[in-house]
């Protein structure tokens, strides 16, 4: 199986801060990386598919970059509505793995 | 608008069954690829489970393979997931999603709001 690795598993930032999250996949996915949004009681959005095409309706401040094993989910500009948890997922093979998660918090 | 609906969850205790549904709205449900996804309380997210649109190919993750059965009956627009020999590990909010193949790329576009099963004596 592929395991997929984020880092790091939580940050604190501030409105208006540029955030970055890591995934790293054990083997190479190619361009097989998902990444998802996650709010507090609520079911996961996709934001980004094929590591950097951006879901129809997700802001322009969110981008992914990567392929291979190293992959990147960008903020560019942090809103109050983006405090939440961040999943990669890769969907090269089965099983569809995820990540374990990335927290944003509040500084 | 595209819908799904999980229902089923419950309190079961260990090694007995229980089977969730998931009713499908807005889309032509028999176009589509369907998963199974949970997470226990306070952990990440875990794939469950895989359905091609046809209901003739299936995948499982490791954790319930055996034990776990994913269907669908496309007439009726539903996904299910019949789960036996429950442990107190499978105990999680159980999401079904839509694959929604954007660009060819498997992509779990859309989800339900999930159902909780709570395995426990």
């Known amino acids: 199986d592929i395991q997929m690795t984020q880092s790091p598993s939580s940050l604190s930032a501030s409105v208006g801060d540029r955030v970055t999250i890591s995934c790293r996949a054990s083997q190479s996915i190619r361009r097989y990386l998902n990444w998802f949004q996650q709010k507090a009681g609520k079911a996961p959005k996709l934001l980004i598919y094929g590591a950097t095409s951006l879901h129809s309706g997700v802001p322009s401040r969110f981008s992914g970059s990567g392929s291979g094993t190293e992959f990147s989910l960008n903020i560019s500009s942090l809103q109050p509505e983006d405090f939440a948890t961040y999943y990669c997922?890769?969907?090269?093979?089965?099983?569809?793995?995820f990540g374990g998660g990335t927290k944003v918090e509040l500084k | 608008d595209v819908q799904l609906v999980e229902s089923g969850g419950d309190l079961v205790q260990p090694g007995r069954s229980l089977r969730l549904s998931c009713a499908a709205s807005?889309?032509?449900?028999?176009?589509?690829?369907m998963n199974w996804v949970r997470q226990a309380p306070g952990k990440g997210l875990e794939w469950v489970a895989y359905?091609?649109?046809?209901?003739?190919?299936?995948y499982y993750g490791e954790s319930v393979r055996g034990r776990f059965t994913v269907s669908r009956d496309n007439a009726e627009n539903s996904l299910y997931l019949q789960m036996n020999s429950l442990r107190a590990e499978d105990t999680a909010v159980y999401y079904c999603?839509?694959?929604?193949?954007?660009?060819?790329?498997?992509?779990?576009?859309?989800w339900g709001q999930g159902t909780l099963v709570s395995v426990s004596s």
């Open positions: 359905i091609n649109s046809r209901g003739n190919t299936m």
């Open positions: 807005g889309f032509t449900f028999r176009d589509y690829e």
């Open positions: 997922q890769q969907v090269d093979s089965t099983p569809l793995t």
């Open positions: 999603a839509r694959d929604g193949r954007l660009s060819g790329i498997r992509s779990l576009d859309f």
